[in-house]
């Protein structure tokens, strides 16, 4: 700057650029704000050179992360110029450190005390911009890997697309591409953090999501006429708290009832947000014994009271007074069978072969000679074949045949299955493909599950 001059247009010099130099902080000092009547749109169109006046450069909000700086710069405000400093250190790979920052004033050095690059900016007068006054921009000092001005927002607002088009990222991917295009360091800790605070931006708090469930439900129930939603909550003296929500779409009623079989698989899966929780779902089989979604619900933990909730509004919503005209199929989930004992008293109940076979390996019953007797047994179609392979299986270990004394062969071969929903499924695939095809669902937020 000049020793003497003159504010001019917005642009500080002489006296006054001596004094804001200076280490003193004055909040009422006027020479802390250039003093300029022109507002910033005005700069804007002189800065296109419309009024033929003195044009001083505005900041292009599009070159954050690549800027370059010049006296006589303008800043929408103090955050735009601070956030443009930062990315200039992280250019330049040098750290910077603000040695001064008010209301008025904001200054900046060089992190290596020998190096003499300094850039001061200074508020405009009745305005928020800030207005770059003295530039050194020469450094003596050499690059270096680790700026500290590297910091976790300035990662999640550069790269937030980044995440908004592949929320799965791999941090340890995502580092190592930073630190390749910046040449610059990036702890393992920023980059996790950068991700975590991007999906929080895209997705919302956890606490947003939950508290908007009564608006998703009074949704549903508007653009999906005959849908029944039901949100439990826990009350108490001073707000109520989640406890369970479920839902069964109408246009998914009518066509379950319309034309699918009487079989109904039921499965519980976790939920890996940030709150936890479990999905309880409800699927069909379409004429094509391809899957059909009938109702899903949200509950804290897995246990006889939450199924035995999710169960009586089930029935209710298909309207099932005759418990034998439907069958269900299960993994044997905790408390599902005393749910079912209670709700569907005389509904036939098959057990996942697969699952069955898991547990007879638990039992101690191992090997391909045991694995193919049970699922002999549970192929065969009539009754005097499955007599045949239960005695095939006897002789092979008689304590693998006593192992099924207590479990009824109507519950897992076909020989016993009744005929009424001609459907002869050994297992549970409905629901295990349903709880792949949602799976990324599942590891957001619990609002997110629902809406996807």
Same mark, same amino acid.
């Given at each position: 700057?000049?020793?003497?001059?003159? !504010?001019?247009?917005?642009? &500080?010099?002489? @006296?006054?650029? *001596? /004094?804001? =130099?200076?280490? $003193?902080?004055?909040?009422?000092?006027?020479?802390? !704000?250039?003093?300029?009547? &022109?507002?910033? @749109?005005?700069? *804007? /169109?002189? =800065?296109?050179? $419309?009024?033929?006046?003195?044009?001083?450069?505005?900041?292009?909000?599009?070159?954050?992360?690549?800027?370059?700086?010049?006296?006589?710069?303008?800043?929408?405000?103090?955050?735009?110029?601070?956030?443009?400093?930062?990315?200039?250190?992280?250019?330049?790979?040098?750290?910077?450190?603000?040695?001064?920052?008010?209301?008025?004033?904001?200054?900046?050095?060089?992190?290596?005390?020998?190096?003499?690059?300094?850039?001061?900016?200074?508020?405009?007068?009745?305005?928020?911009?800030?207005?770059?006054?003295?530039?050194?921009?020469?450094?003596?000092?050499?690059?270096?890997?680790?700026?500290?001005?590297?910091?976790?927002?300035?990662?999640?607002?550069?790269?937030?697309?980044?995440?908004?088009?592949?929320?799965?990222?791999?941090?340890?991917?995502?580092?190592?591409?930073?630190?390749?295009?910046?040449?610059?360091?990036?702890?393992?800790?920023?980059?996790?953090?950068?991700?975590?605070?991007?999906?929080?931006?895209?997705?919302?708090?956890?606490?947003?999501?939950?508290?908007?469930?009564?608006?998703?439900?009074?949704?549903?129930?508007?653009?999906?006429?005959?849908?029944?939603?039901?949100?439990?909550?826990?009350?108490?003296?001073?707000?109520?708290?989640?406890?369970?929500?479920?839902?069964?779409?109408?246009?998914?009623?009518?066509?379950?009832?319309?034309?699918?079989?009487?079989?109904?698989?039921?499965?519980?899966?976790?939920?890996?947000?940030?709150?936890?929780?479990?999905?309880?779902?409800?699927?069909?089989?379409?004429?094509?014994?391809?899957?059909?979604?009938?109702?899903?619900?949200?509950?804290?933990?897995?246990?006889?009271?939450?199924?035995?909730?999710?169960?009586?509004?089930?029935?209710?919503?298909?309207?099932?007074?005759?418990?034998?005209?439907?069958?269900?199929?299960?993994?044997?989930?905790?408390?599902?069978?005393?749910?079912?004992?209670?709700?569907?008293?005389?509904?036939?109940?098959?057990?996942?072969?697969?699952?069955?076979?898991?547990?007879?390996?638990?039992?101690?019953?191992?090997?391909?000679?045991?694995?193919?007797?049970?699922?002999?047994?549970?192929?065969?179609?009539?009754?005097?074949?499955?007599?045949?392979?239960?005695?095939?299986?006897?002789?092979?270990?008689?304590?693998?045949?006593?192992?099924?004394?207590?479990?009824?062969?109507?519950?897992?071969?076909?020989?016993?299955?009744?005929?009424?929903?001609?459907?002869?499924?050994?297992?549970?695939?409905?629901?295990?493909?349903?709880?792949?095809?949602?799976?990324?669902?599942?590891?957001?937020?619990?609002?997110?599950?629902?809406?996807?």
């Amino acid at each position: 700057c000049a020793e003497s001059g003159r !504010v001019e247009s917005g642009r &500080v010099e002489g @006296e006054n650029a *001596r /004094d804001l =130099d200076s280490n $003193e902080s004055s909040e009422d000092s006027e020479v802390d !704000v250039v003093n300029n009547d &022109v507002d910033l @749109e005005e700069k *804007r /169109d002189s =800065d296109n050179g $419309e009024d033929g006046g003195p044009a001083h450069p505005l900041f292009n909000v599009e070159e954050t992360y690549d800027p370059i700086f010049e006296i006589g710069m303008l800043f929408s405000n103090k955050k735009e110029f601070k956030k443009a400093l930062q990315s200039h250190a992280i250019k330049i790979k040098r750290t910077l450190k603000i040695t001064k920052n008010n209301k008025r004033r904001v200054y900046a050095e060089c992190g290596d005390a020998e190096c003499e690059w300094k850039l001061h900016a200074i508020k405009v007068k009745d305005e928020e911009a800030f207005q770059i006054n003295l530039l050194q921009p020469d450094h003596s000092c050499p690059q270096i890997f680790g700026v500290k001005n590297m910091k976790t927002n300035w990662l999640k607002d550069k790269y937030l697309q980044i995440f908004k088009s592949d929320p799965k990222r791999c941090v340890k991917g995502f580092r190592v591409d930073c630190i390749n295009e910046l040449t610059v360091n990036v702890s393992k800790q920023q980059a996790y953090g950068a991700k975590k605070a991007a999906l929080k931006e895209i997705e919302g708090a956890p606490e947003w999501q939950y508290s908007r469930l009564w608006d998703y439900s009074e949704e549903i129930r508007r653009t999906n006429p005959g849908s029944t939603v039901v949100v439990g909550t826990e009350d108490n003296l001073r707000e109520s708290r989640f406890s369970r929500f479920y839902v069964c779409f109408g246009a998914l009623k009518r066509g379950l009832k319309a034309g699918c079989r009487p079989i109904i698989g039921v499965d519980g899966c976790h939920l890996k947000g940030p709150h936890g929780g479990i999905l309880l779902t409800a699927i069909g089989v379409d004429p094509n014994n391809n899957l059909f979604p009938i109702a899903y619900a949200v509950v804290d933990k897995e246990c006889r009271e939450t199924w035995e909730w999710f169960l009586i509004i089930l029935k209710h919503d298909l309207e099932i007074i005759r418990d034998y005209e439907y069958t269900f199929m299960s993994d044997k989930q905790k408390g599902l069978m005393q749910a079912f004992g209670e709700i569907f008293l005389g509904s036939d109940h098959r057990y996942c072969v697969r699952h069955l076979h898991n547990n007879f390996k638990v039992a101690g019953f191992r090997g391909l000679a045991c694995k193919n007797a049970l699922w002999n047994a549970a192929r065969a179609c009539t009754v005097s074949e499955w007599k045949m392979k239960m005695d095939e299986m006897k002789k092979l270990s008689e304590a693998a045949h006593d192992w099924f004394n207590d479990k009824p062969a109507s519950q897992w071969s076909r020989s016993h299955f009744s005929e009424f929903p001609t459907c002869d499924m050994l297992l549970n695939n409905v629901c295990e493909t349903f709880n792949a095809c949602i799976l990324d669902a599942r590891e957001t937020h619990s609002n997110n599950v629902r809406m996807d």
